[in-house]
């Protein structure tokens, strides 16, 4: 892609999510969906500032969480984490550097909390009964299919009818396994799990999809469209 495409694909993106957080944060308001907004990939505070943002235009009273390595993405031999545009080791400097960035954005130190590390050595730790407990939004931006594993595994527990979940890479594809790693973590996780359903709430850019969570009726599965 030339340099020109490159920004203004970028400006979309943040078009994209800069309603998909207008949006959702006015679901779980007008639907009384209490808890905390999540997410799981936090490059360059980029979605945490669109969560911080609208949540103060709305008065809303919720903790902003942030996992994320700050180092990059981790090492992997799975065949479903491989993407010519995932590169491991990639990374943005730092958990300081994260916190600077948030402040260059406006975002306060005291609006979140950011848990450092990879997924595998951070959610399993929390088990069912650990920060954050209850969420309202959730944002899963982690890239790759093992990762997203262990976000749903953690996520399982907490999930509650009128939750969202947006997946920010569902639309990656890879040309010898085809569906991309978020979707295909998602695909199995509804298959283990059929007394939810993920109704597709809306697109959030070219690669993202948002769904809101409900019961299946009479435990029966549906994959999400």
């Known amino acids: 892609m030339s340099e020109n495409a490159i920004t203004k694909t970028l400006d979309r993106m943040n078009e994209g999510l800069a309603g998909f957080y207008w949006d959702a944060f006015t679901a779980v308001g ?3 969906i209490s808890g905390d907004y999540v997410e799981f990939g936090s490059w360059g505070c980029n979605t945490l500032r669109h ?3 609208t949540c103060q235009a709305f008065g809303h009273e919720r903790h902003l969480w942030a996992f994320d390595s700050f180092q990059g993405l981790p090492p992997s031999d799975e065949p479903r984490d491989q993407h010519p545009v995932l590169v491991p080791g990639y990374g943005q400097g730092g ?4 916190h600077a960035t948030c402040a260059g954005f406006g975002v306060p130190r005291e609006a979140y ?3 450092e590390g990879y997924y595998e050595d951070t959610l399993p730790p929390l088990g069912r009964d650990g920060d954050p407990r209850d969420i309202a939004i959730a944002y899963i931006d982690c890239n790759l299919y093992s990762s997203t594993v262990t976000v ?6 907490r999930l509650k ?4 979940v947006g997946f920010d890479d569902y639309y990656l594809w890879n040309t010898d396994t085809g569906v991309s790693g978020e979707r295909e973590a998602l695909n199995e996780f509804l298959e283990a799990h059929p007394q939810w359903h993920f109704h597709r709430f809306k697109e959030i ?3 993202g999809v948002a769904f809101v969570v409900e019961r299946s009726e ?3 599965h549906r994959r999400p469209l």
Request: cysteine-free; proline content about 7%.
């Open 30 to 32: 007008v639907n009384g």
């Open 113 to 115: 909390t950011a848990v």
């Open 218 to 220: 009479a435990g029966s």
């Open 152 to 157: 749903l595994e953690f996520l399982a527990p």
């Open 205 to 207: 850019h070219w690669g």
């Open 51 to 53: 969560a911080f943002h």
């Open 95 to 98: 958990v300081d550097t994260f």
């Open 161 to 164: 009818p009128g939750m969202i």
